[in-house]
């Protein structure tokens, strides 16, 4: 789609909202699984055009991690701007270097183009089919989500919590004797816990002075 923003950018204040549903064909660089939908809207805001609005794309990658297809779906914030009368209106034109680019007309909004971009930003680096997908298994390849594949471990998993690995494990052992001797004295000196613990023990009072009111109930 094509938009023809002549009578917008030729009056300052006018704003127009359009539908977009946009097909993309596999060679055009952007990995979704269906059209991309959603709606815009095109302001003239005095000095420039402004392109505002939501898109929703449903895109299909694979795992960064374990290589398997995922799907889901972006919601894109748009929110361009472009340059007002004082640039002239060739900015409005995206030269997609195609021949029928020259047809393009002033004050046109090529709507595919400029969709395509967004999702192209939109679209994440690295997905993962889920947050805690085990990837694949350095040594044998198995796809580690579907179980263990018995391979041992060279080195400690990611996330570990001191993350080290083997070409460590020497000066591991040799600072591991240093940190438990200084362990054992320990970071608090015994008795720091029960400081401001004071047990508040019962007062006894002698049977005359207990409770006025249920010695003396009122009626
Ligand atoms: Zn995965
Ligand atoms: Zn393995």
């Given at each position: 789609?094509?938009?023809?923003?002549?009578?917008?950018?030729?009056?300052?204040?006018?704003?127009?909202?359009?539908?977009?549903?946009?097909?993309?064909?596999?060679?055009?660089?952007?990995?979704?699984?269906?059209?991309?939908?959603?709606?815009?809207?095109?302001?003239?805001?005095?000095?420039?055009?402004?392109?505002?609005?939501?898109?929703?794309?449903?895109?299909?990658?694979?795992?960064?991690?374990?290589?398997?297809?995922?799907?889901?779906?972006?919601?894109?914030?748009?929110?361009e701007e472009f340059a007002g009368e004082d640039a002239g209106p060739e900015v409005l034109t995206v030269d997609r270097e195609?021949?029928?680019?020259?047809?393009?007309?002033?004050?046109?909004?090529?709507?595919?183009?400029?969709?395509?971009?967004?999702?192209?930003?939109?679209?994440?680096?690295?997905?993962?089919?889920?947050?805690?997908?085990?990837?694949?298994?350095?040594?044998?390849?198995?796809?580690?989500?579907?179980?263990?594949?018995?391979?041992?471990?060279?080195?400690?998993?990611?996330?570990?919590?001191?993350?080290?690995?083997?070409?460590?494990?020497?000066?591991?052992?040799?600072?591991?004797?240093?940190?438990?001797g200084a362990n054992e004295a320990g970071p608090h000196p015994a008795g720091t816990a029960k400081r401001g613990q004071v047990?508040?023990?019962?007062?006894?009072?002698?049977?005359?002075?207990?409770?006025?009111?249920?010695?003396?109930?009122?009626?």
């Open positions: 789609m094509k938009i023809d923003l002549a009578n917008i950018a030729g009056t300052p204040g006018a704003r127009a909202g359009f539908e977009i549903s946009e097909r993309f064909g596999p060679a055009e660089g952007i990995p979704v699984a269906g059209p991309v939908t959603g709606e815009i809207t095109v302001e003239n805001t005095g000095s420039l055009l402004l392109v505002r609005g939501r898109l929703q794309a449903a895109v299909e990658m694979a795992c960064a991690r374990c290589l398997g297809g995922l799907q889901q779906t972006l919601e894109i914030e748009v929110e195609e021949p029928e680019a020259s047809a393009i007309s002033d004050y046109v909004l090529d709507v595919h183009e400029f969709v395509r971009q967004q999702v192209a930003v939109a679209a994440p680096l690295a997905p993962v089919c889920r947050p805690d997908c085990q990837g694949v298994c350095p040594q044998c390849g198995q796809n580690l989500n579907l179980g263990p594949c018995g391979c041992v471990p060279e080195r400690f998993p990611e996330g570990s919590p001191k993350g080290s690995d083997s070409r460590w494990a020497k000066l591991g052992e040799l600072l591991g004797g240093q940190q438990q047990q508040r023990s019962a007062i006894p009072r002698s049977p005359g002075e207990c409770g006025d009111e249920r010695a003396h109930p009122r009626r």
